[in-house]
């Protein structure tokens, strides 16, 4: 069988250790040298970096039956167990169908509201001059405003405990990637232990959760939804505890973590990118002028999501997708042995030059609809493909357009001199060191600035 072109090292481990390394770099170097399809192996596992829109296509799209999910999820159930992100065929289509309508559009709109509301009260707690770690902010934020939207339940005193365990926890999934993981795990008993801590504490909050949700009132959220449809669907087996903790646990993990990134490399974009965000600053005052946004600004606000969309390019919170071929499969002239492992991986579309000319340039002018119609579909996934699809897409887009709406019609961020900005690509893509920014609250003068102009424009039509 002819195998793709890839590096082939004399010494073993090597891959394994640039991709330790680099794992960015190491990929992006791939797809530079060898093409649209590489293959690698690390051990004895056959990989195959696929970075054609249109193989990526058929791979997440066309032939989805064709794969499972990847090892990485595989070693997500540890935390997870089979929830939606994790869990397969029929199962998988019946979550599925359970958990959809709470992210329907009209559901969606309706939190938009209590976006807005949290977002108003971080910025109200922030001082002008004083410099925070601008991600644990956004975690914060975003974790609230899960809790309080799928979860009906508020978890302001418990937020910093929950994003150590969940820190943890993502850290303790990245170690068990590690081909030796579960050898060091028998070697030294602690490292399992910790780990069962950090599950522990996450389940406490989750089980409590459903716990309040067991009055049998239907609160209009997503954990009154699962309970309730376990009555509908006729087969007489409801979700056991367990199923509805995975669920609960997958939504209320997968639904703040990718967003308060994004948010955050947003931010420290903006900061370094004065005419973009006086831009973006000239949008929010015009459209808004000074009053609060809402669930329907979100349309009016292009810009705003063109600076989104070109954030999540630059920096995908979800960087890699994973599929394991549960048969032979054929892209071009190559054939992907069965238990291979496919990445798909969102870091080295989204900077391939084909699609998007200095790559490393922030620049939210690509995500026009004239500059976006010169691109392939699948030169951007952020949220994946297919039926596997992230199922917060929509509510992440408003959450994303809203939270950076509220917050920057008061405040102004800048990165603290010196702070080392550095990617992290672990289950997502967090900032390495934080991202230490200080606030500086946004001059009236500056609103009227942009008022001003916005009464010149209107009068010269
Ligand atoms: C910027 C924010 C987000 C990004 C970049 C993102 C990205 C992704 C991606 C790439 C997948 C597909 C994984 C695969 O195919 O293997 C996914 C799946 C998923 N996401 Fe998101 N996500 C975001 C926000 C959210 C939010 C807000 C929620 C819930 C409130 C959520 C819940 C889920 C769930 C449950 C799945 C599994 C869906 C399934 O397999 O049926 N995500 N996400």
Not at 402 to 409: F, N, S, W
Request: proline share 6%; glycine share 8%.
């Amino acid at each position: 069988m002819t195998l793709p072109p890839g590096p082939k090292p004399k010494l073993p481990g090597a891959n394994l250790l640039a991709l330790r390394r680099d794992t960015l770099g190491f990929l992006r170097g791939l797809a530079l040298e060898y093409g649209d399809l590489v293959h690698f192996q690390v051990g004895k596992q056959d990989y195959f970096l696929i970075n054609d829109p249109e193989a990526i296509r058929s791979v997440l799209v066309t032939d989805y039956r064709n794969f499972a999910k990847g090892r990485g999820l595989e070693i997500a159930k540890r935390l997870l167990g089979e929830g939606l992100l994790t869990s397969e065929g029929e199962h998988h289509k019946r979550q599925r169908r359970l958990a959809q309508p709470a992210f329907h559009r009209q559901r969606i709109a309706a939190y938009g509201s209590i976006m807005v509301e949290r977002a108003q009260r971080i910025g109200a707690e922030w001082q002008d001059g004083v410099t925070l770690d601008i991600s644990q902010e956004m975690m914060r934020l975003t974790l609230g405003i899960v809790a309080r939207t799928l979860f009906d339940t508020d978890l302001e005193a418990e937020t910093e405990e929950i994003g150590a365990a969940v820190s943890e926890a993502v850290h303790h999934l990245d170690f068990a990637m590690l081909p030796f993981s579960s050898l060091l795990e028998r070697l030294n008993p602690a490292i399992k232990r910790s780990f069962q801590r950090t599950r522990d504490r996450l389940d406490e909050t989750v089980y409590r959760m459903i716990r309040e949700h067991r009055d049998g009132k239907d609160r209009g959220d997503l954990l009154s939804m699962l309970l309730l449809a376990q009555d509908d669907l006729g087969d007489g087996g409801g979700m056991t505890d367990e199923q509805l903790r995975d669920e609960a646990m997958t939504i209320f993990l997968a639904g703040h973590e990718t967003t308060a990134n994004a948010l955050t490399w947003t931010w420290y974009l903006l900061s370094q990118h004065h005419e973009v965000e006086r831009k973006f600053h000239a949008e929010l005052d015009s459209v808004l002028a000074g009053r609060s946004p809402t669930e329907a600004d979100v349309a009016n606000l292009p810009y705003t999501r063109m600076v989104l969309a070109e954030s999540m390019r630059r920096y995908p919170p979800a960087w890699v997708i994973g599929r394991r071929a549960v048969a032979d499969y054929r892209i071009g002239e190559f054939t992907l042995p069965a238990g291979s492992i496919c990445m798909i991986c969102q870091y080295v579309t989204h900077h391939d030059p084909r699609w998007y000319p200095r790559p490393f340039d922030f620049d939210p002018e690509r995500w026009t609809p004239e500059a976006q119609e010169q691109r392939p579909k699948f030169a951007y996934y952020p949220f994946g493909s297919g039926p596997r699809v992230c199922i917060g897409e929509g509510f992440a887009w408003m959450e994303g357009i809203l939270l950076l709406a509220t917050l920057a019609q008061q405040w102004r961020l800048s990165l603290l001199p010196g702070h080392p900005v550095a990617m992290q690509p672990i289950v997502t893509l967090r900032p390495r060191h934080g991202m230490k920014m200080t606030l500086e609250r946004r001059a009236a003068s500056d609103f009227n600035d942009s008022q001003s102009r916005l009464d010149l424009a209107t009068a010269a039509k």
